[in-house]
């Protein structure tokens, strides 16, 4: 088995070998993946972070030895919490987004193979809530699969916030739902809880994360802050609700050191 890593600022992940197939999440800078299989200029991988499987083309993604790959993989790492942070090498700067993993980041520097790179604009803070992370990158555009400020899906919003945070999540909101514990009422709520929706026929289709018990912060359009009640989602941009609420969960984080 091969081994990869992403060291561009994002690297889309696709549902088929083809440019033209639908991108179900990314790579961001410093993630790894595993590389399951080739048809011909396209790597099948696992990408460590998401749990996704999917399809990146062989020149976007830097192999590197499993010697590497074990130090990387495991271990939680600075990750950006801005939304945007600047990187700087001998040859180029890399504008990279929020979510992006900086391994082994020590005073606002790192190597990854054989590469020295400089942190010189943004930010690792994890002393940030989870609603505080999310806010950072409020009016960011709605990207089916997307996990960067230039687009984001809703649960590729969730998974940045708890990386961030040192907690993995998988990709979709009907995985995410299985974990943390139960909130029974919105008036219990508090932030940082996670809100889940579903459609007609009672399918998971969304998710959000509190600011407090009574305003949330979702990607629908973009990532944006509405009121929420029992009922669920009220934009007031349309006058409408806009997401049936279904249930409300608590993930507990450890205190990293």
Known sequence: MKYGICLLAQIPVR?????????????????????????????????????????????????????????????????????????ETNDEKIIVSQGSTLPFLKENKFAINGTDYKLTQGSTDQAFSA????????????????????????????????????FDLPRDASEQIAYGEPINFLNEAQEGDLCFFDNENGKIIHVGILIDNQTIVHASGKVRIDKIDHQGIYNNDLKKYTHHLRIIKRIKLKKND
Request: hydrophobic share 40%; with cysteine.
């Open 131 to 166: 609603s505080e992370i999310a806010k950072n990158i409020a009016g960011a555009p709605y990207l089916w699969g997307g996990r960067t400020m230039l687009g984001i899906d809703c649960s590729g919003l969730i998974v940045n916030i708890f990386k961030i945070l040192h």
């Open 15 to 87: 549902d088929f070998h083809s440019e033209k197939s639908e991108m179900v999440t990314q790579l961001l800078f410093g993630e790894t993946c595993k590389i399951i299989n080739q048809k011909d200029s396209w790597y099948f991988i696992y990408s460590d972070t998401d749990q996704y499987l999917g399809w990146v083309n062989v020149e976007s993604i830097t192999i590197i030895p499993i010697e590497e790959y074990l130090k990387i993989e495991g271990i939680y790492h600075p990750c950006v919490s801005s939304a945007f942070a600047q990187l």
